[in-house]
């Protein structure tokens, strides 16, 4: 504490005390507004009328009467279409990248062949490689797969597929099954358990918590993405919302295409709500039984 701004003696005293109450509720007032405020505002306006958003896009709080806009939003417009195609996307990235993340993690971690660290290393440099330098191949792949003519674009495969190479996934499961008790492996070796089966009894239910971080960050990482799905997904039947909103901006009443774009982002954020509380408890016990 002596390093600190304040000494323990001044700390004691109420009026310091009461000044960094001050200063930490200005703090936290100031981190809502700035991250619930846009959203905030995106719902009030969304339950205006256009009019009066572009007159007084402040006002817009007062205003919120127009709870039509919502179902507007899914008639005559294929929102529902889009945000399932959207969905179907999500979740095939979130169990690709699981899939790929527990095998490559479990390969460098737990199995430990001579040329794990090479294996290490190699997903460790891509890292640093900027994902626009990768574009290009990964397109003239898609469009044809490894010389053989077959063509993923306009198919969910051109987005599963690419998710499951993240680096950023694979070391940080890795990380955690490194932090497994080798005692467990060695047991399960002794009992006579091969690779598949200690990799489903034993290494699957420890690493869950991270799986379902990685799963949840890869999901939502592919319902925001943008650029990649413009590219492969190019067919309006399989095309996800990210990639439409443009047009239906352009087809659509301002207010009725800002409900569109609370439906799109109050999905992810409900996902997020909804799983974090099983996954930071399944977190604390996956940490509990370490200690």
């Known amino acids: 504490m002596s390093g600190g701004l304040l000494t323990p003696a001044e700390l004691r005293r109420a ?34 009328e256009t009019t009066d958003v ?31 195609n959207t969905l179907a996307m999500a979740a095939g990235s979130a169990v690709t990248t699981v899939v790929v993340a527990l095998s490559a993690g479990y390969v460098i971690a737990i199995m430990r062949p001579r040329w794990a660290p090479l294996l290490s290393a190699g997903i460790l440099a891509t890292v640093f490689l900027p994902a626009i330098v990768s574009f290009v191949p990964l397109y003239l792949t898609v ?38 008790p080798r005692e467990l492996i060695e047991a ?39 650029l990649w799905p413009s590219l492969v997904l190019t067919d309006p039947k399989v095309r996800p919302i990210s990639v439409a909103l443009p047009m239906l901006e352009r087809t659509n009443d301002l207010t009725t295409f ?23 408890a399944s977190a604390g016990l996956s940490a509990g039984m370490k200690d």
């Open 15 to 48: 009026r310091t005390r009461w000044v960094l109450r001050g200063v930490h509720a200005a703090v936290l007032a100031g981190l809502v507004v700035a991250g619930l405020g846009p959203l905030l505002w995106l719902v009030a306006a969304s339950l205006g």
């Open 188 to 226: 399960a070796e002794i009992d006579g358990a091969g690779p598949l089966r200690i990799l489903w009894s034993v290494v699957l239910p420890a690493a869950r918590p991270i799986l379902g971080v990685v799963a949840l960050l890869a999901a939502i990482g592919a319902w925001k993405d943008y």
């Open 143 to 180: 469009v044809d797969l490894f010389g053989t003519g077959i063509s993923l674009q306009n198919t969910f495969w051109a987005v599963w597929l690419p998710a499951g190479a993240n680096a950023f996934a694979v070391l940080l499961v890795t990380g955690y099954l490194r932090g497994i």
């Open 258 to 280: 800002f409900a569109i774009l609370v439906v799109s982002a109050l999905i992810p954020i409900g996902l997020f709500l909804v799983f974090q509380r099983p996954l930071l």
């Open 54 to 84: 572009l007159r007084d896009p402040l006002g817009v709080f007062g205003r919120m009467t127009e709870w039509h806009h919502y179902a507007d939003a899914f008639r005559g417009v294929d929102t529902a279409r889009l945000l399932g």
